[in-house]
């Protein structure tokens, strides 16, 4: 398994700011991945963070809103720009288990999550 | 698209009894299945997975989960209940490639009390 450390955990920011959410993995991963989970919901798949190249996002999700880097393989940032009271939600950063096999590759472990409250 | 239903959303059960938890997916083939748990304020723990093989897979904390193809469902099952069990459960499903497949796509959720 991978163990994931996110931070902040939580933070209270106020309208207009942006907030940039880091994500440390302990081994080398394939891929990387970022969620938002609103009050009361599921989870929603932002992006997907390659490493050496542009993250991949989901429908509804765009990059001046959420920029995110790669820089190596055990690192991963996010930041919510520009935020408003309706980007208030818990972040969740996962990474898809070290490439030992083919059905490795399809375990995801997450992070704590970062939860955001936004003013 | 592939869809992932958890039709509870909120179940209460005494400390001791059985559990089982509903998920139905909507897929065209097998797909990869997953069960996560999410402890208050915490993040996401793997239960279980079900790649292929035996259809009933053992997960950590006494739980299990069976996959039924016919019914299109992966229903997570426990015999005895702790007060520690009390979370949130997602159920989430990944679509089968031989080449290994990253996106996950989770139910809304089922929340579960635990009476003592």
């Known amino acids: 398994s991978a163990v994931i450390s996110q931070k902040p955990s939580r933070d209270i920011c106020q309208r207009g700011t942006s907030l940039t959410i880091q994500c440390q993995v302990d081994s080398q991963v394939t891929m990387m991945f970022w969620y938002r989970q609103q009050p009361g919901q599921s989870l929603t798949l932002i992006a997907t963070?390659?490493?050496?190249?542009?993250?991949?996002?989901e429908s509804g999700f765009v990059i001046d809103k959420f920029p995110i880097s790669r820089p190596n393989l055990t690192f991963s940032t996010l930041t919510v720009s520009n935020m408003s009271p309706e980007d208030s939600s818990i972040y969740l950063c996962?990474?898809?288990?070290?490439?030992?096999?083919?059905?490795?590759?399809?375990?995801?472990?997450f992070g704590a999550g970062t939860r955001l409250s936004v003013l | 698209a592939q869809s992932v239903t958890q039709p509870d959303i909120h179940i209460t059960v005494s400390e001791g009894a059985s559990l089982e938890l509903r998920c139905n997916y909507s897929?065209?083939?097998?797909?990869?299945l997953f069960w996560y748990v999410q402890s208050p304020g915490q993040g996401l723990q793997l239960l279980l997975k079900y790649f292929s093989g035996d259809t009933l897979v053992q997960g950590i904390k006494g739980f299990e989960a069976e996959f039924k193809r016919s019914q299109s469902s992966f229903n997570l099952r426990k015999p005895s209940v702790h007060w520690s069990d009390a979370a949130e459960y997602f159920c989430a499903v990944a679509p089968y490639s031989g080449a290994g497949s990253y996106q996950l796509t989770f139910g809304k959720g089922t929340k579960l009390s635990v009476i003592p």
């Open positions: 963070a390659n490493q050496g190249s542009e993250a991949t996002y």
């Open positions: 897929y065209g083939a097998t797909p990869y």
């Open positions: 996962s990474a898809a288990a070290p490439n030992r096999a083919n059905l490795a590759k399809n375990i995801q472990y």
